[in-house]
Nanobody
């Protein structure tokens, strides 16, 4: 089994910054892509940013230029630096790790989510 632990959410004023972290532990041989998703009230979960093991990144248009995704492979951790936050960024943020386990299975694991609230 693999556990993902997220941290860094909270309440911030518009224009402010937050940094999210998501660390994985457990039955991991290698983590391939890592990503951040978010779900606002009444809306579907959407991709925010994704980073490959080779550190190729892709962002939702709504966050380009404001958010930066990065990773530390030695720690199986993904980060999301969020700057110039807007009220519409308010959501529960989830991380996802695409894991190759030690018994050679490819499994997607999700964090439990961390709430980001941006006040106007």
């Amino acid at each position: 089994q693999v556990q993902l632990v997220e941290s860094g959410g909270g309440l911030v004023q518009a224009g402010g910054s937050l940094r999210l972290s998501c660390a994985a532990s457990g039955n991991i041989f290698r983590v391939n892509a890592m990503g951040w998703y978010r779900q606002a009230p009444g809306k579907q979960r959407e991709l925010v940013a994704i980073i490959s093991r080779g550190e190729t990144t892709n962002y939702a248009d709504s966050v380009k230029g404001r958010f930066t995704i990065s990773r530390d492979n030695a720690k199986n951790t993904v980060y999301l630096q969020m700057n110039s936050l807007k009220p519409e960024d308010t959501a529960v943020y989830y991380c996802k790790h695409e894991v190759l386990t030690r018994d050679w299975r490819n499994v997607d694991y999700w964090g439990k989510g961390t709430l980001v609230t941006v006040s106007s």
